[in-house]
Every structure is written in structure tokens, then in C-alpha cells.
């Protein structure tokens, strides 16, 4: 005992519990004894005795050992969390405010909500973005779902090569890739508008897209590939038929990713609108420089619910076991 | 479905089991074949295009041929690689006599000025304003990083405690911000700080008076930090969150302290999300443009803003590709190192559990 450690809590070791156990040995020996029974059955309550659990505080949720000896983890992941969520939640509770000032209090109201819903520009934002973002993510979802299926056949340094490039997008800083883009596309002659804001916004959805989908795809047991080409199903029908319906969460939790990741995009898509093609991101933009504005609230919240929506769309299906 | 079935599978084609060895049984069933088919008629040479890209093997059951890959691989070559090279190609030509855009005209003088400045009668100087634009860019880059990551190492350890059902909860609340739109959360902690804000409320009632919090470069730093927090706690947490909690107990066993275990056993499971939270934060708010921009007015003036404004009011086309160019040099270097590092610590940790 003298050899652990003063700040060792000999009561958080659970082998405690062996303690009894010996006890309870030694008296069915003594009942034993006396009854002169030479102890070839077990006893009734060892059978039913299950062996001392490990000291593991992943799922069994043990609560007397490694969590209680950093007390300060806690405090500092609720200080976080909170960090993380309270300045959301202002602007959600100054949606509601009724007054002309953004921050002055003046009493509930849903006003804002109804300007915003008939302020032409911030419709017409919106309406660019949900084209721009439903045409980016159908084309980046298509290319990510081949692009999966097709990249087991890669050797090792062509697959490797191609996820670098299909990543890269990622990495690289958004505002040289945004004035890399305005640079390019006017370098090859295309005019700015909903060509490349679109190419550009499928460029950046594909490593979305095939995160998901790759990682569903390692789950999937392959013998139902297998079966389905046995049972006679040509290589396109098993694709159709096995492969896509058995990875359509991935395919709806990257979809939805990219739909997210194209609607919130500003630093890229700043650099390839022209006036007639101004997103929701770039007209926030605009009306925040000019000010806070209580319209802005109201926006922002309706984002924020999106967000909500969209991450725990994903995460149910994510999650979902397969069938 | 489940994996018992699979051996009970007869089958006249190689079974493709889950498991690795299954793979490999598979593979050398098929070259098996390949072989017997080429004996018998002439031998395919192998080209050196399908030795780089692939062996002319057949497809396997519910994929699809390699040509398929194609599409993404073109737009990825088109919209990614493409406008890196136009950008470093830019970086080299000179600027024509009015307007934005380049003269295809071989020159260096972008890359000049980062350093020296001409005077009217052409003398040149060393010149440091755009070396201490940098100099934001990694103080406050720098500043982010470690606040993101000193922030991060708690919680996701604490939701690497938590059980299975918790931690679900936790990551997507975590998620959650980490999909919301920049501009709200940049314009959330424009509502904060604001001279009318909450805090300044506070600091009012308090008997502090009125601070002018917002358009400073704290204000900045506070924004990116918001910002980049996500980016930390995530691969942090996925490092950690199969970390076998029983070596703490053996290392209590052994008679170490809280912080031996801490620094010992936990941070060194953890360190390949710390290095990949790293380069997810530094690499992004080094070349940040929407917080210093809203958050800290015009007081804050980072390689983003300055590679903008010379695409926008400038005019610098040259100018605003060298400086792109060097970020790209940058960071990419910062995300090398950080995946050489991670990499080792990787190994390291994996050696020593």
C-alpha cells in the first residue's frame, strides 16, 4: 500500500468488492465444513456471480474513478459549451425584438419576421442561393457517389493523387481560392454568373459529399455485392439495385453537408458574382458593413435554424444502424 | 448481411470478404486466374498508365469501373489545381497600365514589392508594411491556435468520458456551430461587443463605463477563436474517443500524479487531433478576411483583406497573386508538417499503448 501514490484513492479501486467475496468463500467453506460436504457443487449464489467489471469509464459510465480526479475538465467543457451557444442564442432573442434598434429592447414581436419575408432583395439573395445550392449539390453528390464506387479500382498512388486533388479544395485558404477562381475563369474567357459560381460550388461540395459516403461504404458487407451478381444481377443492376439503396444515408447526410456548405459559402462566391447574382451570404455581408440592422436577426436565426435542422438530419442518419 | 455468412457463400468468382485477408485471398484468386487465361492466349503487357493507375483487373461486384472517377478528377483538375497555377503564373507577369488583371510579361516585381519600395527618383528601400501585415496574419492566427486548442483539450476529453449515448448528443451539439453560417457567427459577437451590446450593458451597470470593444483586433481574435473552436474539439475528440481509459487507471496504479497521467498518457493519445486541430485552425485564420474585417474594422489588416483589396480597389492584380502565392507556400507547409508530425505521434502513441 505504502508503494501507490498519496493522490491514489484506495476507495476508487473497486477491488473492494474481492474483499467480500473472500469473506463470503470462507463462511460457505465453514457451512461446508460443518455440514460435511466435501464441496463438489457450487453454491447456489456463486453461479449467479459475475466477475469484478474492469476499471473502464468508456460506456459503463463509472463515475467514481478518472472523471472525478480532473474536476476542472468538466467545468471547462460547460464554460465552453456555453461560450459556444450563448452568443447564438442573444441574437435568436433579439430576433423577437420589436424595436427599430437592433439591440434596444422594446418588446416582443414578430415585425421583423414579416419584413424580412417581404424584403424583395433578401428574397431575390435567397432564391440565387437555393438555385446556386440545389444545382451544386445534385451535380457534387453525383460525382462524389462515382466517385466512390470507382476509386477502389485506383492503384495506391492514383487513388492517392486523386484524393489529394479532390481535397485540396479544403485546405487551401478560401481567399486565394477565390481569387485563384475570379483569375482563372476570367483567364479562360467565362463570364461571371451562375456557370462558374456553380462549377465552383461543386468543386468545393465533392469533399463533403465523399467523406460520408466513403465511410458508408466501409461499413457495407461486400458478400451482398457478392450475392447479388450470383443471383445473376449484371454489374450495373447490383449498382442500382444493392449498392445505392444500401448507401443512401451517406448519400443524404453528404448531400445535405454540401447544401449547407454551398448556401453558407461568401469568401469564394464574392469573387465570381456579378449584381444579378448576389447569394444570401454576399447580401448579409452587404447590410452588415452599412450596420446592425434588425433584419439581420431575423436572417441569421432562420440560419442557424438550417443549421440545426441539417446537422441533426445528418447525424440521425449517420448514426442509423444498417439494415 | 452479417459477416457469419460470408464463408458459407459458394460462389464460382473469388469472394470479396470484409476483412482484409478476404481482400487479399481475393486478389491472388484473381491473379491466379489472370495468369491461367494468359498462358493460353498471348500475355497482356502491362502499360505504364495502368501501372500508375491501375491494373486492368475486373470491376468488383456493386462498384463501378474506374472510369467513373473521371468527372470528380476533372473539375477537381479544372476548378482546383487549375486556378492555383493561373494564381502562381499571375504572381509572375506585370501589371498593365490602368485597370486590374496582367500583362503576359514576364517579371519579379510583385514579388519585390513585398519587400522594398520605390521612392520618386527610383531609389529603392526595405520596406516592412507588408511584412507586418504578416505579422498580424500569424499573431493572430497563432493566438486562435492556441486558445482553440488549449479551449478544445478539455471538452473533448470530457466528452470522450461521457457514454456512447452522451458523446452522440455532445458531438452534434459541437456540430451544430461548426455548420452555421460564418456571418451569423461573426455578427453574433458584433451584437456582443458592441458599444450598446450586452457587455458593455453590464459594464455600465458595474460603474465600468463604456469600453470600446468591437473594431479592435481582440475583437478579431475573439471572432476567429468562435470561429475555429469546432475545428479544434472535433478530430481532438475523435482522437481521444477510443482511448482505453483502463491505462489511466494503470498509470494511478503505477504511482503516477494527475499531471504525469495528464501529460504522459492522455495528451499523448490526443496528439494526433491536436495536430490535425492545429493545422485546421491555423491554416484557415491565417487567411481569415470576414472577422478581421467586421470584428475589427479598420484597425486589424490581415493577408486576406490586403490580398482582397488588391483583386478589388487596388488593382494589383500581380501584386495580390504574389501574396496569394505566398500563403498558399505557407500553409501548405504548415499542413505538411502538421501531418508529418501528427503522423509520428501517431505511431508513437500507437508503440507505446
Not at chain 1, 462515382?146 to 487513388?159: P, T
Not at chain 2, 501501372?51 to 470491376?59: A, L, Q
Not at chain 2, 475528440?237 to 501529460?263: H, P, Q, W
Amino acid at each position: 500500500m505504502s508503494m501507490l501514490h498519496d493522490d491514489v484513492d484506495p476507495k476508487a479501486v473497486k477491488y473492494s468488492d474481492s474483499e467480500e467475496f473472500g469473506a463470503l468463500v470462507a463462511k460457505t467453506q465453514a457451512e461446508r465444513a460443518a455440514s460435511g460436504d466435501d464441496g463438489a457443487q457450487m453454491p447456489e449464489w456463486l453461479e449467479d456471480k459475475k466477475p469484478d467489471r474492469p476499471l473502464s469509464t468508456r460506456r459503463s459510465g463509472n463515475r467514481d474513478n478518472t472523471l472525478k480526479r480532473f474536476p476542472a475538465v468538466g467545468f471547462l467543457s460547460v464554460f465552453v459549451l456555453a461560450f459556444l451557444y450563448v452568443p447564438m442564442l442573444i441574437v435568436v432573442f433579439f430576433s423577437f425584438n420589436g424595436g427599430r434598434q437592433a439591440l434596444l429592447w422594446e418588446g416582443f414581436s414578430f415585425r421583423w419576421y414579416g419584413e424580412v419575408f417581404t424584403n424583395g432583395a433578401i428574397i431575390k439573395a435567397t432564391e440565387t442561393s437555393l438555385i446556386v445550392a440545389a444545382i451544386a449539390t445534385a451535380l457534387s453528390t453525383l460525382l462524389g457517389v462515382l466517385y466512390v464506387l470507382a476509386i477502389d479500382h485506383m492503384s495506391r498512388a492514383g487513388s492517392a493523387i486523386a484524393t489529394a486533388l479532390i481535397n485540396a479544395s479544403m485546405l487551401i485558404p478560401e481567399i486565394v481560392l477565390g481569387v485563384a477562381t475570379m483569375a482563372f475563369i476570367r483567364l479562360i474567357g467565362m463570364a461571371p454568373g451562375y456557370v462558374p459560381l456553380v462549377l465552383a460550388h461543386t468543386t468545393f461540395c465533392i469533399p463533403f459529399v465523399v467523406m460520408p459516403i466513403r465511410a458508408r461504404l466501409q461499413t457495407l458487407d461486400r458478400a451482398c455485392f457478392e450475392a447479388a451478381e450470383d443471383l445473376g444481377a449484371s454489374g450495373f443492376t447490383t449498382v442500382i439495385r444493392v449498392t445505392l439503396p444500401l448507401l443512401t444515408p451517406g448519400v443524404i447526410s453528404g448531400a445535405l453537408m454540401a447544401f449547407v456548405v454551398s448556401m453558407d459559402d461568401f469568401m469564394i462566391s464574392n469573387f465570381l458574382t456579378t449584381a444579378g447574382t448576389t447569394t444570401l451570404p454576399i447580401y448579409i455581408f452587404s447590410l452588415i458593413r452599412k450596420g446592425v440592422n434588425p433584419s439581420i436577426n431575423v436572417v441569421a436565426t432562420l440560419l442557424l435554424l438550417l443549421a440545426i435542422i441539417i446537422t441533426v438530419t445528418s447525424t440521425v442518419l449517420t448514426n442509423r444502424k444498417s439494415k | 448481411m452479417s459477416n457469419t455468412t460470408n464463408p458459407n457463400i459458394k460462389s464460382d468468382k473469388p469472394p470479396i470478404g470484409n476483412d482484409k485477408t478476404g481482400t487479399i485471398a481475393a486478389e491472388t484468386t484473381t491473379v491466379v486466374s489472370k495468369n491461367a487465361t494468359a498462358s493460353k492466349t498471348s500475355a497482356p503487357k502491362e502499360t505504364a498508365w495502368q501501372h500508375w493507375f491501375g491494373s486492368p483487373h475486373e470491376v468488383k461486384p456493386g462498384l463501378l469501373h474506374r472510369a467513373y472517377a473521371v468527372p470528380s478528377i476533372i473539375i477537381g483538375l479544372l476548378f482546383t489545381l487549375g486556378p492555383m497555377c493561373v494564381i502562381v503564373a499571375f504572381s509572375f507577369m506585370s501589371r498593365p497600365d490602368m485597370g486590374g488583371g496582367v500583362k503576359f510579361q514576364f517579371s519579379t516585381d510583385a514579388y519585390e514589392k513585398l519587400l522594398f519600395r520605390h521612392d520618386f527618383f527610383g531609389n529603392r528601400f526595405f520596406d516592412t508594411r507588408y511584412l507586418e501585415v504578416f505579422g498580424t496574419s500569424l499573431w493572430q492566427a497563432l493566438l486562435t491556435t492556441v486558445v482553440c486548442v488549449a479551449l478544445a483539450f478539455p471538452i473533448a476529453l470530457w466528452m470522450s468520458m461521457k457514454s456512447a449515448k452522451t458523446q452522440q448528443i455532445l458531438v452534434l451539439l459541437v456540430t451544430i456551430p461548426f455548420w452555421t453560417n460564418l456571418l451569423v457567427r461573426t455578427y453574433a459577437w458584433m451584437l456582443i461587443l458592441n458599444e450598446n451590446g450586452p457587455i458593455n450593458w453590464a459594464a455600465n451597470l458595474l460603474g465600468l463605463g463604456k469600453q470600446q470593444l468591437l473594431y479592435t483586433s481582440f475583437a478579431s481574435v475573439i471572432g476567429l477563436i468562435y470561429t475555429f473552436l469546432p475545428f479544434a474539439i472535433l478530430p481532438m475528440y475523435s482522437a481521444l474517443s477510443g482511448f482505453d481509459f483502463r491505462l489511466v487507471e494503470a498509470a494511478y496504479d503505477l504511482g503516477a500524479r494527475k499531471l504525469t497521467v495528464m501529460r504522459r498518457v492522455i495528451l499523448r493519445a490526443a496528439m494526433p487531433g491536436v495536430m490535425s486541430g492545429v493545422a485546421l485552425c491555423f491554416i484557415p485564420a491565417f487567411g481569415s478576411y470576414v472577422q478581421p474585417v467586421l470584428l475589427g474594422g479598420g484597425r486589424v489588416l490581415m493577408v486576406g483583406n490586403l490580398i482582397a483589396s488588391q483583386f478589388a480597389e487596388a488593382r494589383n492584380w500581380p501584386f495580390g497573386a504574389a501574396l496569394s502565392t505566398v500563403i498558399l507556400a505557407i500553409t501548405l507547409l504548415g499542413a505538411f508538417l502538421a501531418t508529418a508530425l501528427g503522423g509520428r505521434a501517431s505511431r508513437k502513441a500507437g508503440m507505446t499503448l
